[in-house]
């Protein structure tokens, strides 16, 4: 069973000095957080080129999953866990499509 994305820990740890330890959030949110404006922009030069999303209900659905999809390249570029692509001359996942 997959475990899931690694989500980088804690991006802003708080350790108050008492029992108390706040993770506040995660690294992988706050990647996502900060490609939210250019996915969002990704996804409006889509719809205005007439490609997906399909409906203006699927737009922050997209937007979403895109911003994520950033985050986990973040990641595992971070952790080195990304190889580089000879063909489009960028890291991702060997799953990945190529979108050049």
């Not at 995660?26 to 399909?54: C, N, T, W």
């Not at 990641?75 to 890291?91: I, K, N, S, T, V």
Request: glycine share 8%.
């Amino acid at each position: 069973m997959s475990e899931g994305p690694k989500d980088g820990g804690p991006a802003f740890p708080l350790d108050t000095g008492s029992c108390h330890y706040q993770d506040g959030m995660s690294l992988r949110d706050y990647f996502a957080a900060a490609a939210l404006p250019q996915s969002i922009q990704h996804i409006r030069e889509a719809i205005e080129r007439g490609v997906s999303p399909k409906t203006s209900n699927d737009v922050p659905e997209a937007a979403a999953r895109l911003a994520y999809q950033m985050a986990d390249a973040m990641l595992a570029h971070r952790d080195g866990d990304m190889p580089w692509c000879g063909r489009c001359q960028c890291y991702h996942h060997e799953t990945a499509e190529h979108v050049r």
